[in-house]
């Protein structure tokens, strides 16, 4: 029986990429983001090959130094012969495009060790949302045999919250200027944060930052309500440090993941031994605690309606008459004699579905 | 010819929202803003009265003081005798729940004012996205005879951008200590400001903010790539006062908008005359220019984009059996024996369509 020429040149691909061949690899990650004809395919294919790689997400405000630790991560992860992912997430303007890798790519050298695979995604235009195809680059580099997987992003909204709370182990980066820790829980960072790393720790500032989140992870063990006491004026220096240690000491008895504080010195490296360390130790609690397969479940279900609605997107907009209707119906849009509702159900309903 | 229940008491709200009812207000607001039966219809009915209100977008880094700012501007707009809505979107925690809006309110007394009406909007689990339900809260207010809509948002997410980018008037609110503009130019705020604003702009620094700022804008307008001149390290100082200025009178002779950098303190309230006349000269620059009408009319089509996934959403999660066949899948999933790929396609396949 014979194949089609887009199965043909698919299978040709994955053999290649399961014989470890770089091009392979790269090739890969263009379709998947581009959803080119096939993409689903492949990563269907692959999907059983991956969930060996330690998927770290790093984020934090820009200037935190997140893409010297990064590369300061992959090169001590080189050490251990371990073949490393990089994937920036740059959700901001074209006018950027690249900086940030440019930045990196002087950095450390990594990026011309072949056992370092950098990626790094824009934004806009993605159909799938910017969150799922980070996701799923991910999935080919550990599909690929990479150890470690670092997803970087920049920004602090809530679409960099999620990609980066979508790793196993989610590391947040702050440093001594980042102001008062009442902003980073605005942020929702504290919410993510198995790992903060408090970096550029040789500036003034870091010795205190470091103990008002300590008080912060303190009470929300404790009651379980930080923001109310932030709220009511509670002051921050009032839990004791006797105290906190002590939670620290239960959380940790509990079989619980006490949430460690580091301070790193990036440029320097001071420190990233002890991230190193820190990052090992929470992949070994993932693993023993349950906690790994519980949040690769949540992934999974996550991923799956991730792509119903990818390809519900595409039904509608690439496959579907939707956008010529819309461009149709514009002159009645402005003039008001439709509105967009009555616009919308019409595609839908054009779809062959029922309107909700 | 006998009504049901629902369309009878979607006809009374909409007959006391007419009568400028304020509960009728809140509750159609309530009503979009949780997607509950009646939504659609309620929005479009109210479509052709909508239209008259500037849409005023904030944002903004934590800490620039886009709160204060939104009250001063409520407060100078009641002067004026007119009705001001505020839509404060905090997509962060439920840790924070409410902390901002609680800020607001203890300010000028604008919550007590019966012609300001404050909503704040919480990112999760909204079906429809923030972007679209905080648009579609600040249409009720606009239908409702708000002369002006202010969507503040916190973050410098994209999500965040694209909230206060679909305003007509986006006003970018930056503080001395935000660190050099080459940081809000990746953040993407140079793309969507139609105003920036200093403020706290008794603090140093905010002089040397506004220049660079300037003379981003002016290699903007120049060459257009105001990257490439980053990038290959060309000082900010070496483009002339004199040189700007030409720029910026060159630009507005051709009947463009160039953009303003204005300094306030929020706090005194210095400079917020400015920024009221700098918003009013917009409002008549917009409509003058046609480009009132381009941006609504890209503000419409996008509109149907997103009430259109919204629906094949629902079709999917709330009416369609997709939540459930998900549920049976875990097991596959987590074993392997299935990747989200196919579980996806049997989903959509059950609603009726063809998978892409």
Known sequence: MPTDPQ?????????QFRARKRLALARAISIVENTRPGFQRLLHELHTEQGNAQRIGLTGPPGAGKST?????????????????????????PFTGGALLGDRIRMNNISTDPGVFIRSMAARGSLGGLATTTNEVADLMDAYGCARVLLETVGVGQSELEIAGAADTTVVVLVPESGDSIQAMKA??????????????????ADRLAQEIEVMLHMRLGDGSPAAAGHHGVSMRSVGKAARERSRAVAEEQGAWAIPVIKTVGQSGEGIDELVRTLDRHAVYLRESGELSRRRQARLAERVRAVVERQLKMLAWVDGRGEEMLEEALPALESGAESPYTVAARIVRAMGLETP
Do not use: H
């Open 69 to 93: 630790l990064t590369s300061r991560l992959a090169a001590e992860f080189r050490k251990l012969d371990e073949q490393v992912g990089i994937v920036a997430v740059d959700p901001s303007s």
């Open 7 to 15: 199965t043909r040149s698919d299978d040709e691909l994955l053999g």
């Open 188 to 205: 929702g960072l504290m919410e993510i944060a198995d790992v903060f790393v408090i970096n550029k720790a040789d500036r003034p500032g």
